[in-house]
C-alpha cells in the first residue's frame, strides 16, 4: 500500500522559512507528477507548486519567487521551501503524487496534510 507522509510544518514568524517534505513509500514502480495543495480555513483547496518526473516545475503566482519545489527521486521525496512566508500562507499543506504502484495501474495518492502557520 503506497503512502505520502508529510513533514515540517509549524508555527513560523511573517518573513521566515521553512522546507517542508513529503515521502512515498511502500510499493511504487514509478512517479509521475508531485505536488503541494494547501487549505485554508474556509477555503478550497489550491493548488501551490508541482514538479514533473523531468524536474518541469509549476507554482501558484502567489508564491513564485517565495516557495520553490524539488524532488529527489532515489527517495521518492519532495520538498517545497518556502522563504518569506506571509500570514496569507497559513494553511494545512497536502502532498500529492501520480504514480504506479503494486496495482499496476496510474493513480493519484495524498499525504494526510501538515500545517502550516505564519504569525504576524
Known amino acids: 500500500q503506497v503512502q505520502l507522509v508529510e513533514s515540517g510544518g509549524g508555527l513560523v514568524q511573517a518573513g521566515g522559512s521553512l522546507r517542508l517534505s513529503c515521502a512515498a513509500s511502500?510499493?511504487?514502480?514509478?512517479?509521475?507528477?508531485m505536488g503541494w495543495y494547501r487549505q485554508a480555513p474556509g477555503k478550497q483547496r489550491e493548488l501551490v507548486a508541482t514538479?514533473?518526473?523531468?524536474?518541469?516545475?509549476n507554482y501558484l503566482n502567489s508564491v513564485k519567487g517565495r516557495f520553490t519545489i524539488s524532488r529527489d527521486n532515489a527517495k521518492n521525496t519532495v520538498y517545497l521551501q518556502m522563504n518569506s512566508l506571509k500570514v496569507e500562507d497559513t494553511a494545512v499543506y497536502y502532498c500529492?503524487?501520480?504514480?504506479?504502484?503494486?496495482?499496476?495501474?496510474?493513480?493519484?495518492?495524498w499525504g494526510k496534510g501538515t500545517l502550516v502557520t505564519v504569525s504576524s
Open positions: 514538479i514533473t518526473s523531468g524536474g518541469s516545475t
Open positions: 511502500g510499493i511504487i514502480f514509478s512517479i509521475n507528477t
Open positions: 500529492n503524487a501520480g504514480l504506479v504502484g503494486g496495482g499496476f495501474r496510474d493513480m493519484v495518492y
